[in-house]
């Protein structure tokens, strides 16, 4: 048990897939796992947790609020992370994330945001914001965050 999983949700323009799997690259870092999937993998073979998702209403996706529901008791004591792409990214979304993994008992190692293209509500009548996000420079920090929570969390034998 001392692998890294990201479980994550990714609608509308697929931004929070695109950052994940160009972070990700070819490297074997995360096993990437879209909770659209059935059925999910154990969680207990898992020594790190991601979760990753766009920002809807500002919350992260509602399948991510009933997997946190769901695995309340799994997720207790572990190791999480957070990755949230919006299109305002002006605001911090991750702390209202954060406050529903500490009530299901979570360890928050690290929190990672960053813009993603947005066509939702008003928006669409512009043409969207955040256009061109998550960019080269947003995937290299993505990636690099996820680095080091593996770094960090993760026993240097195991990686």
């Known amino acids: 048990m001392s692998k890294c999983i990201i479980f994550y949700v990714s ?10 799997k160009q972070a990700i690259g070819g490297e074997p870092l995360a096993e ?19 979760l990753a998702s766009g920002v809807y209403m500002g919350e992260p996706h509602t399948a991510i609020l009933a997997f946190l529901e769901k695995h309340r008791k799994d997720l207790a004591g572990r190791k999480v992370f957070t990755i949230l792409t919006s299109g305002s990214n002006q605001k911090n ?6 406050a529903l993994l500490e009530n299901c008992g979570c360890s928050i190692t690290g929190s990672f945001q960053c813009k993603g ?12 914001i955040a256009k061109g996000h998550p960019d080269a420079a947003d995937i290299s920090d993505a990636a690099a965050f996820i680095r080091e929570q593996i770094k960090t969390a993760l026993p240097s034998d195991t990686r």
């Open 117 to 128: 293209f947005d066509t939702n509500g008003p928006w669409k009548l512009i043409g969207g």
């Open 11 to 20: 609608q509308h323009h697929q931004n929070t897939e695109k950052l994940l």
């Open 93 to 98: 979304y991750s702390k209202n994330f954060r």
């Open 32 to 50: 990437l796992v879209p909770l659209t999937d059935a059925p999910l993998p154990d969680l207990s073979q898992y020594s790190l947790i991601g």
